[in-house]
Every structure is written in C-alpha cells, then in structure tokens.
Nanobody
Framework: QVQLVESGGGLVQSGGSLRLSCVVS???????MAWFRQAPGKEREFVAG????????YYAESVKGRFAISRDKPKMTVYLQMNSLKPEDTAVYYC???????????????WGQGTQVTVSS
C-alpha cells in the first residue's frame, strides 16, 4: 500500500512562492502522480500531474506558467513549486497517485492527508 505525506504549506502574501513536497512510501499505485486542491465549499480540483517514470507534466489552465511539478526518484518525492501566488490559490493541497494521465479525482487511488496553503491579499 502506498503512503503519501505532504508538507510545505503555510501562509504567504500575494505574489509570493511556496514549494510543496510529497514523500512517497510503499509501492506507487500506477505511474502518475498529481496535485489537487480543495478550497472551502468547493470540489477538489486538479492542479498538476507528472509521469513518474519519464517526467512528462500537465497542468490546469489556472496554474500554467505559475506552478511547476517535478519529482526526485531517488528521494521518492514529488514537488509542486508555486510562484506568483494569488488569494484564489488558497486551498488544502493533496498529493495523489494513479495509473493514467488524468484530471478526475476518481482516477487516483491513493491520497495524502493534505497541506494547507493560504495566500493573503
């Protein structure tokens, strides 16, 4: 069973940066890792994804050019570098693992507990 543990969230001013980390232990469920986020009162939404093996990436339109997903295979860690943060980026950010390049939560079988990101205006 794979376990995902996120860290790196916090409070940052608008325009600032944060880097989230997701440490993976156990057998990865499939070959894709992704970041999702969920704001209060809203559904969980896709942010960014990466192929664990070859490193191909894909992003939600709302974060293209501002966020970057990467992975360090020896460290078994996935990162989400977030730049030019906006108040609307405020959410709990979740790491997930799944078998395909997808954007739906139902396509990912393993999830972390989440880390809070708050962007003040």
């Amino acid at each position: 069973q794979v376990q995902l543990v996120e860290s790196g969230g916090g409070l940052v001013q608008s325009g600032g940066s944060l880097r989230l980390s997701c440490v993976v232990s156990g057998r990865i469920f499939g070959t894709y890792m992704a970041w999702f986020r969920q704001a209060p009162g809203k559904e969980r939404e896709f942010v960014a994804g990466i192929n664990w093996v070859v490193g191909n990436t894909y992003y939600a339109e709302s974060v293209k050019g501002r966020f970057a997903i990467s992975r360090d295979k020896p460290k078994m860690t996935v990162y989400l570098q977030m730049n030019s943060l906006k108040p609307e980026d405020t959410a709990v950010y979740y790491c997930a693992s799944g078998p395909r390049a997808a954007t739906m939560t139902s396509d990912f079988g393993s999830w972390g507990q989440g880390t809070q990101v708050t962007v003040s205006s």
